[in-house]
C-alpha cells in the first residue's frame, strides 16, 4: 500500500512557474515508479509525465514537453512536478500516481491539488 498526498498547487498568472510534491508513505518508495496525471473541467483525465524507480528514464506528454519536468528525491520520499511557462490551458487538478502501468492504469492515486492559470 502507498499513501500519496499532493502539494503546491495554487493560482498563478500565465507564463509564471510552479513546483508541484508529491509525498509517499507505506511501502518502499524507491521501487515504485511515478506518474503525474490531471483532469481538467469536462475533461478526461490526462497523463501528464511519469519517472521511472531510479529517476533515470522519464516520459513526459507532448502537451507539456519543454515546459514540465519530472523528478524525484528518494530519500525523501518525494516526487516533483516542475511547471514553467504556464497557460490557461494548464488548469486543472492535479494528481500523484504510483505503481501499476503507471502512465496509463497506476496503482494508486493521491487526492489532487488544483492549480489555476489565469490570462
Known amino acids: 500500500q502507498v499513501q500519496l498526498v499532493e502539494s503546491g498547487g495554487g493560482l498563478v498568472q500565465a507564463g509564471g512557474s510552479l513546483r508541484l510534491s508529491c509525498a509517499a508513505s507505506?511501502?518502499?518508495?524507491?521501487?515504485?515508479?511515478m506518474a503525474w496525471f490531471r483532469q481538467a473541467p469536462g475533461k478526461e483525465r490526462e497523463f501528464v509525465a511519469a519517472i521511472s524507480w531510479s529517476g533515470g528514464s522519464t516520459s513526459i506528454a507532448d502537451s507539456v514537453k519543454g515546459r514540465f519536468t519530472i523528478s524525484r528525491d528518494n530519500a525523501k520520499n518525494t516526487v516533483y512536478l516542475q511547471m514553467n511557462s504556464l497557460k490557461p490551458e494548464d488548469t486543472a487538478v492535479y494528481y500523484c500516481?504510483?505503481?501499476?502501468?503507471?502512465?496509463?492504469?497506476?496503482?494508486?492515486w493521491g487526492q489532487g491539488t488544483q492549480v489555476t492559470v489565469s490570462s
Open positions: 500516481a504510483a505503481g501499476g502501468r503507471i502512465t496509463q492504469v497506476p496503482d494508486y
Open positions: 507505506g511501502r518502499t518508495f524507491s521501487n515504485v515508479a
